[in-house]
């Protein structure tokens, strides 16, 4: 076989060639063509070894890394310098039947199979095919292309990857293959066990389904996990509308859902000698039998039992969230436009526009307002509540008619967009560059062209953050009010900030680049952390007031709750960063169903089941599903998420002259 003729038999290949190994067979090809004059073969192995000499230092640390070095490095070149050529005598026996003869170059090492039954002139024939036929396997090798379709190829052997610990020695692909079929069967398994126990919970009112109870332990009391929560019904709204209708999904509990709190909404609202606000929705509600009037009854809760009687702020905007998703998913906009649907969203949206004493943009809020319901150190301007807050806006101007009052108050709507959008992303958003311009903060600036506008004092900044925020990686933080700035990071408010696009792409992005850098604290070994970090020592005793459950790495203080995965998993679709969900999924599904399904876990890393959790949590079950869902058809993310909003994504305004 002549060179030119080996060079033909490579450029062939079907297999795709990284640059690098373009490179490598240009060279081969030019030296070979001004050397066709002479012998041949030596002259073909001469330019592959200036083209190895051509390749920078780098290049060829990147082939020495794909397990190739021992056939690509000093016992090759140093065949190709000898000049002693030996001569042998015609009609040798094929390539293939006198394998291992070279002995600078490993059998093991680099073995390909040519064309059966040639017959070779001389040894160094020979020698130079079988030389270029070790580089065009070096180089489906680097090109990570699949090799093992050809019988006479000899195992390669692989570096094993310090996270799996596999040795490829010994790989049996029939266990591999076991392995995934038994893993896809235990997954179905778990998705048939959650489906069932989701249906368990519905509850009933007059022959309808109209939510799903908060829990199912029947080893605990029921305290208040017999009703029906409107924040902990969103996920299990979500995956009935998700789930498609000829696989079992039921967009109809969603729709009684609306309808029924809707109901609720116009009851009296009554604590002590105070009357709440109108539009104020309840936190929960659940159906007794009332045996003296012989008929089920609704008894609802607008905060007035729960723990630290505060009114469920978020309430409200989920139940705008989750109409949207109903009217997106079923495109029944019948709904929407009912005039005692209409009502009830301007009623919650009067209620946050309302006119009072604040500067800020931002929704002013008690302690314990929302899904963290006790005292923690949230209270004024908590994130969570303003990205729910701009979620719904968004939302109900989408689904607002224009029509009496409707138009002045879309009117109010886009001015409050446009002026939240700006306060969050500038005065919340936290990366390295942030935190070094607050750690060089001056105090005491008056007048508008004040940079520190709150006043912030740096020595106020908590240790923990200049270790927990990494170079490539930003956030938005808790809470930002007068001489304060909550530098935790809370799960939902980010995420809900994604969705809703009340952070830029490139923030998005950002908060996806924070989650990678500090897996280990905010995952850990179960999703999700709702707070990093936990509260400690002092500051738990004086923030929280010694509540005996919001205790270090608990609950509400730095718990783990597997309810929130679908908030991770849909932010994680939107900025294009699945493989970030699939890997917290698959840390999911290794305990939750065995554990129970339980509402949260403790431990800095999530390790243990929480030691006051309702196991059968409704919405840990819901949020796996939803999370599930969306894996399975991205396409579901729409239900949930709103796109950018061009008229907002550069806002002329300036913080002296916005309000």
């Known amino acids: 076989m002549e060179p030119a003729d080996s060079l033909f038999y490579l450029q062939q290949k079907e297999e795709r060639r990284t640059p690098i190994a373009e490179q490598l067979l240009e060279t081969l090809e030019k030296e070979s063509d001004e050397a066709s004059e002479k012998s041949s073969d030596f002259s073909a192995l001469q330019g592959f070894k200036s083209a190895w000499y051509s390749l920078p230092s780098a290049e060829k640390k990147n082939f020495k890394e794909d397990e190739v070095s021992e056939c690509f490095e000093e016992p090759l070149l140093g065949s190709l310098e000898t000049d002693d050529v030996k001569s042998t005598h015609n009609g040798e026996a094929p390539l293939e039947s006198r394998e291992g003869e070279n002995p600078s170059i490993p059998k093991e090492k680099c073995q390909d199979s040519i064309g059966k039954g040639e017959s070779y002139k001389s040894q160094e024939e020979n020698e130079s095919t079988e030389k270029l036929e070790k580089l065009n396997k070096m180089v489906r090798v680097h090109s990570y292309e699949k090799i093992v379709d050809d019988a006479s190829v000899a195992h390669i052997p692989l570096k094993s990857c310090a996270s799996i610990g596999t040795n490829f020695e010994n790989f049996e692909p029939n266990s591999i293959y076991s392995a995934i079929k038994l893993n896809n069967t235990e997954n179905t398994a778990m998705m048939e066990e959650a489906w069932e126990t989701l249906k368990k919970s519905y509850v009933y009112y007059k022959g309808l389904p109209v939510g799903t109870l908060a829990a199912m332990d029947p080893t605990a009391e029921a305290l208040n996990y017999n009703q029906v929560f409107v924040r902990d019904f969103v996920p299990s709204g979500l995956a009935c509308l998700m789930r498609p209708a000829s696989a079992g999904g039921d967009p109809e509990i969603v729709k009684n859902f609306l309808l029924k709190t809707l109901h609720l909404q116009g009851w009296e609202k009554r604590i002590d000698n105070f009357t709440l606000g109108e539009g104020v929705m309840p936190a929960s509600f659940k159906v007794l039998y009332d045996s003296h009037r012989q008929r089920e009854t609704l008894v609802a809760d607008f905060g007035g039992s729960a723990i630290g009687r505060v009114a469920p702020v978020d309430s409200g905007f989920w139940w705008i969230i989750l109409l949207r998703s109903?009217?997106?998913?079923?495109?029944?906009?019948?709904?929407?436009?009912?005039?005692?649907?209409?009502?009830?969203?301007?009623?919650?949206?009067?209620?946050?526009?309302?006119?009072?004493?604040?500067?800020?943009?931002?929704?002013?809020?008690?302690?314990?307002?929302?899904?963290?319901?006790?005292?923690?150190?949230?209270?004024?301007?908590?994130?969570?509540?303003?990205?729910?807050?701009?979620?719904?806006?968004?939302?109900?101007?989408?689904?607002?008619?224009?029509?009496?009052?409707?138009?002045?108050?879309?009117?109010?709507?886009?001015?409050?967009?446009?002026?939240?959008?700006?306060?969050?992303?500038?005065?919340?958003?936290?990366?390295?560059?942030?935190?070094?311009?607050?750690?060089?903060?001056?105090?005491?600036?008056?007048?508008?062209?004040?940079?520190?506008k709150f006043n912030v004092i740096p020595e106020s900044i908590p240790d923990w953050v200049f270790d927990f925020m990494p170079l490539r990686g930003g956030y938005l933080i808790g809470n930002v009010s007068p001489a304060r700035m909550d530098f935790r990071w809370f799960l939902v408010g980010n995420c809900i900030a994604i969705l809703s696009s009340l952070v830029t792409p490139a923030q998005a992005t950002t908060i996806m680049d924070l989650i990678e850098e500090r897996w280990e604290d905010l995952i850990g070994e179960m999703p999700l952390k709702i707070v990093y970090p936990a509260l400690e020592g002092h500051d738990w005793r004086t923030v929280t007031g010694f509540d005996p459950k919001n205790t270090r790495w608990s609950y509400h203080n730095g718990g783990t709750w597997p309810a929130l995965i679908w908030l991770l998993t849909a932010a994680c679709i939107k900025t294009g960063r699945p493989q970030i969900a699939k890997r917290?999924?698959?840390?999911?599904?290794?305990?939750?169903?065995?554990?129970?399904?339980?509402?949260?876990?403790?431990?800095?890393?999530?390790?243990?089941?929480?030691?006051?959790?309702?196991?059968?949590?409704?919405?840990?079950?819901?949020?796996?599903?939803?999370?599930?869902?969306?894996?399975?058809?991205?396409?579901?993310?729409?239900?949930?998420?709103?796109?950018?909003?061009?008229?907002?994504?550069?806002?002329?305004?300036?913080?002296?002259?916005?309000?």
Not at 377 to 387: L, M, S
Not at 588 to 608: F, H, I, N, T, V
């Open 584 to 659: 917290a999924i698959e840390l999911l599904e290794q305990r939750l169903s065995k554990d129970g399904w339980p509402e949260y876990y403790d431990g800095k890393a999530g390790r243990y089941v929480g030691k006051q959790a309702r196991r059968y949590q409704t919405w840990s079950i819901s949020g796996y599903l939803v999370a599930k869902l969306m894996i399975e058809n991205p396409a579901n993310l729409l239900i949930i998420s709103l796109e950018e909003d061009k008229r907002i994504s550069k806002p002329k305004l300036t913080r002296s002259i916005s309000f």
């Open 326 to 452: 109903y009217t997106k998913c079923t495109h029944d906009y019948t709904l929407s436009e009912k005039p005692e649907v209409q009502r009830g969203m301007k009623l919650i949206l009067n209620l946050c526009l309302s006119d009072g004493f604040d500067t800020f943009p931002t929704l002013l809020c008690a302690d314990g307002c929302s899904m963290i319901d006790r005292r923690m150190g949230i209270y004024g301007y908590p994130i969570e509540i303003q990205a729910l807050f701009y979620f719904a806006l968004r939302c109900s101007r989408q689904m607002l008619k224009p029509e009496r009052d409707g138009k002045e108050l879309i009117k109010r709507i886009d001015k409050r967009i446009t002026a939240l959008s700006y306060h969050i992303r500038n005065y919340y958003w936290l990366d390295f560059t942030q935190l070094n311009n607050i750690y060089r903060y001056k105090t005491e600036e008056y007048s508008h062209t004040a940079v520190n």
